[in-house]
């Protein structure tokens, strides 16, 4: 199996680059942070090679205090939490509000939210428990003060957020290539406060534990 793994900065997939895998060819791309540099290099990558699955993996933040910092996440469904329009009173419409589609693939018509169709059963031979499934934000801007904070929770109501993960359901899905997304949480999304994130052990603990995620491939 081709495998491509998808992270935006290298120290978030440095350790399985370097890594020697049996039976499988495994792929890594540094896409660069963000949806825009996402989608371009991921884009590029399933236009030139042939990849039998993506699996996105990086950090991200949790908006509750019920998964610890470090632990590994599967996200289930990306929402695009920022596109669409407000009011003139200011409030958030969505895509489907104003009349606009994002994409449509298959008869189906995507909006905001892309929840993952494909099972990790058809790929892997066992489901890791320890990853609790999530449903996550893709956001150009990190939330990290109190309105904004709130504002998200009563909207999509997230269990995480990151910045690229939307962008590789939208392509994936768009190419139709199989694609799975998983993360280790850094931090919570509260008002601002670096000292307590820990990007090293989440970058750690998302490398470790996909790679012995894939010695389950089917």
């Known amino acids: ?68 910092i470090g632990d ?8 695009f939490s920022e596109m669409g329009a407000t009011d003139a009173d200011g409030n958030f419409l969505n895509l489907k509000k104003i009349g606009f589609k994002h994409f ?3 008869g189906k018509e995507y909006y905001n939210r892309i929840t993952n169709p494909n099972k990790l059963s058809d790929f892997f031979d066992y489901y ?10 893709t956001v150009n801007t990190v939330n990290g003060d109190a309105r904004s904070i709130e504002r998200i929770r009563s909207r999509y109501d997230p269990h995480v957020e990151n910045m690229e993960g939307g962008a590789v359901a939208c392509v994936c899905l768009q190419e139709g290539i199989p694609f799975f997304e998983f993360r280790s949480i850094s931090n919570y999304v509260e008002p601002r406060d670096t000292f307590t994130w820990n990007i090293p052990l989440a970058s750690a603990n998302i ?3 996909m790679i012995e995620f894939l010695a389950h491939l089917n």
């Open 1 to 68: 199996m081709n495998i491509l793994i998808v992270s935006a900065t290298h120290s978030e997939s440095e350790k399985i680059a370097s890594h020697r895998f049996d039976h499988h060819l495994v792929q890594v791309a540094v896409t660069g942070i963000g949806m825009t540099n996402t989608a371009y290099r991921l884009t590029k990558l399933l236009a030139t090679g042939s990849f039998d699955l993506v699996l996105n993996i990086g950090i991200c933040g949790s908006y509750g205090r019920s998964i610890p």
């Open 72 to 79: 590994v996440v599967h996200v289930t469904e990306e929402i």
């Open 104 to 106: 449509a693939k298959d």
């Open 128 to 137: 890791p428990s320890n990853a609790k499934e999530v449903r996550s934000i």
């Open 207 to 209: 490398q470790n534990f």
